[in-house]
């Protein structure tokens, strides 16, 4: 694992009772990411962030994007996709990805599940979709109109869906 202030992250074992796992896989850009951990500030979300990281999560503009909210979430880093899914049962995991079939609107979502984002260049692997079909979800668009949506926006559609269907836990 590349060098992370350690001040800035939480055990993986040390996570207690979050009513989701946000995970980003590979994530470039430190506005959405800063975004995602705004988002979980204000929902109670766990973020996971798989390496390589395109930046350090001191970075300032992570920090500008909403990072100051840092001590409101759990952050744990993995050192690869494989790592994050040797701790994880991909039969707790959701894959968002725009090749998937199946709408993320109304998926069984449960309390403790990880729903893992793409890297912003690359989406998530093709293997990995093909591996478990029925665990990957899509946003629909319009056919044509552009590859995918901001990285951000996708995770606070989905993830606001999911919490719906969890009846909101701990929100007002």
């Known amino acids: 694992m590349s060098e992370q202030p350690a001040d800035r992250l939480t055990r993986n074992d040390a996570l207690r009772d979050v009513p989701l796992h946000v995970v980003l896989v590979e994530p470039l850009i430190p506005p959405n990411t800063g975004n995602v951990a705004r988002l979980c500030a204000a929902t ?33 880093v993995h050192s690869s996709l494989a790592a994050f899914l040797a701790a994880y049962a991909p039969s707790r995991c959701w894959f968002v990805e725009t090749t998937a079939t199946r709408s993320y609107h109304g998926a069984p979502y449960a309390r403790g599940d990880a729903i893992v984002f793409g890297k912003e260049t690359a989406g998530l692997p093709a293997d990995l979709i093909a591996a478990y079909p029925d665990r ?35 929100l007002t």
């Open 136 to 170: 990957a979800l899509r946003i629909p668009m319009r056919a044509g109109s552009v590859r995918s949506i901001n990285l951000s926006t996708s995770v606070g559609v989905v993830v606001y869906d999911a919490l719906a269907t969890l009846g909101f836990p701990g």
């Open 44 to 76: 109670g979300c766990a973020l996971h962030l798989i390496e390589p990281l395109g930046f350090s999560i001191d970075d300032r503009a992570l920090k500008r994007a909403g990072l100051d909210y840092w001590h409101q979430i759990d952050v744990v």
